[in-house]
């Protein structure tokens, strides 16, 4: 009896059978159940939704996160903000989940989903605290989370890529409370064209390709000089001093070879027994990467993108030959030059021809704070150019930078799916009073869950209203007021601090943003509910090292047992 009871000592966890106990988990382990282990994961997850929701919308507040070495970072950016925090708790990093899912598919809207994700949870706590199991609350979630993408469908209205002006709207919206709002004329304009000029047909409706608009950001200048190139920046420096610095209608060459003598693959030896064969041997060498050199000149070019190697020689004689060369170029950069250049990547000089060759306007390069670059600019038909960022300091340039691939992606879900929604809360609202409609008509205690959806649903405009320093509940009874008066477009005017039509003040966004914060939010926080147990293993277990209570009384008493 005492050797089984040293035994219990040792163990963590056990299932009876037939009297017999069964241990299952190592010393140690730390466990949690039922509403415990939900009330702990609700929590985790609510505590990182609150952690960015002062930071929604035009007058949202920024965060400053600094690193384990000191690095700082200024953002209202959700995605960014929870990729630095660097959490470790199991159910919060599914939010985080949440947040990269939504910029990976839209860029934008990544606050929003995170915190409908944590509202959903929060009124889900609420529901099993009166009793409610939380499979009935998952089929509820399940039927609004279906029946808001069917109202969402209903709320959008068509745009097309030629609709220029509400094309900038969505790309000034997405940049609205982020640090580049003070040039975001300029940076929206510059947003679109880059989207228009990248934009493939296919099947009716444009694709877009975010890989071929290149975003570079140099600290330096205002944002006012940010500009889009129609072409490419190469962060490189022209290899030798006596290379032209400026090549205008430019014949690039794209080579994936290195411009040097291969060193043998086996390790052969060279006796070289006299100065003769010395210099013979290095006549030779030099021959071959002249011969490699001449080949390049044949095929007609001026410029010379290497992905590989430039020895030291063949960049003398490509510089006797007036050609520019930069080397070790990397391969996406090489992708991107062949698509707006329209030249093919050649694997081997010897293969060379005129006709793979693309074309510029003008190939030079220019000194950008402190740093050589190439630009490669005036291409006829790019179908990848590349946008500049510039600003006065490096965290407003990062800043600038996380707006313009906010609105570029936003631009790219608004062409590809041809739908657009009033932003500022509107669709939110009167998502909640469909809902709420529809619950009526559902029965059982779904009916509970589906209208708990829709309070969550709510979250948006009520930290919208919040964000605007006057009473956030007189401004959520006049925008309900209007929606009920079927005024669909009424949203939060944030800056005024009152109640809008967002069609009118241009405040438009993606159906895309709205869907999948919806999709992603709903599912998160089912699979969160859906945890009932939850097993932490522990490395070693000294003293007190996690002996939780199993149920059925204390472990360490069962001497009666036979």
């Known amino acids: 009896m005492h050797s089984f009871k040293k035994g219990v000592k040792n163990m963590v966890g056990f299932a009876q059978m037939g009297g017999q106990p069964i241990f299952i988990l190592p010393e140690g382990t730390l466990r949690s159940s039922g509403k415990d282990a939900q009330s702990r994961n609700i929590a985790a997850a609510k505590a990182v939704a609150e952690s960015i929701r002062t930071t929604l919308g035009p007058k949202g507040m920024d965060k400053m996160l600094v690193d384990t070495i000191g690095d700082v970072t200024i953002t209202n950016d959700g995605a960014t903000i929870l990729r630095e925090m660097e959490i470790e708790h199991p159910a919060a990093k599914m939010l985080v989940e949440v947040a990269k899912t939504q910029e990976d598919e839209v860029g934008d809207g990544t606050t929003t989903a995170v915190v409908l994700a944590g509202e959903l949870l ?64 300029n940076l929206a304009a510059i947003a679109v064209a880059a989207v228009k000029m990248v934009a493939e047909g296919g099947n ?38 006596n290379m032209p610095k400026r090549v205008k209608e430019a014949k690039i060459a794209l080579l994936d070879c290195a411009l040097e003598v291969k060193e043998t693959e086996n390790n052969a030896e060279i006796r070289i027994t006299s100065p003769d064969q010395l210099q013979a041997f290095l006549d030779q060498e030099s021959k071959m990467l002249k011969e490699m050199v001449r080949k390049a000149v044949a095929s007609g070019c001026n410029v010379v993108f290497c992905q590989k190697g430039i020895d030291d020689l063949a960049q003398h004689y490509l510089a006797k030959e007036k050609i520019l060369a930069a080397r070790r170029v990397k391969k996406s950069d090489m992708e991107v030059l062949a698509k707006a250049t ?17 074309r510029a306007g003008l190939v030079e390069e220019q000194k950008i704070a402190g740093e050589e670059m190439i630009f490669v600019r005036d291409c006829k038909d790019p179908k990848a150019v590349s946008i500049l960022i510039r600003g006065g300091t490096e965290h407003v340039v990062d800043e600038a930078k996380r707006a313009m691939d906010d609105a570029v992606l936003g631009l790219a879900a608004a062409i590809e799916d041809g739908k657009i929604v009033p932003g500022g809360g ?12 529809y619950a009526e008509t559902v ?26 320093g006057k009473d956030p509940i007189d401004i959520l009874v006049n925008l309900r007021t209007q929606h009920e008066k079927d005024n669909k477009s009424y949203g939060v005017d944030v800056i005024n601090g009152s109640v809008a039509d967002m069609k009118r003040l241009g405040v438009v966004e993606p159906l895309r943003i709205k869907t999948q914060a919806i999709k992603s939010a709903g599912e998160a926080a089912e699979l969160i509910l859906r945890i009932d147990d939850v097993i932490t293993a522990k490395s070693g277990g000294g003293p007190g090292g996690g002996m939780p209570k199993m149920p059925g009384g204390d472990m360490g008493d069962m001497g009666d047992m036979e």
């Open 426 to 437: 509107a669709v939110e609202i009167e998502l909640a009073r469909r809902l709420r409609e």
């Open 443 to 468: 029965g059982g205690r779904e009916q509970l869950a589906i209208n708990a959806f829709a309070e969550a649903v709510e979250i948006i405009p009520r930290t919208l209203a919040e964000s605007t």
């Open 342 to 358: 329209g030249a093919n990547v050649v694997s081997n000089v010897d293969e060379l021809r005129s006709e793979d060759l693309g």
């Open 122 to 185: 929060k009124k889900a706590e609420s529901l099993i605290e009166q009793d409610i199991h939380p499979s009935v609350i998952l089929r509820g979630y399940r039927d609004a989370r279906k029946k808001s993408l069917e109202v969402l469908g209903g709320l959008s209205e068509d745009i097309s890529i030629t609709d220029e002006d509400t094309l900038k709207k969505i790309a000034m919206t997405a940049m609205t409370g982020k640090s580049g709002e003070t040039a975001r004329d």
């Open 204 to 241: 009716g409706r444009p694709a877009i390709n975010r890989d071929d608009i290149k975003i570079e950001k140099k600290q330096g200048g205002s944002m006012d000089d940010s500009e889009l190139i129609k072409g490419i920046v190469i962060d490189k420096e022209v290899v030798h001093a």
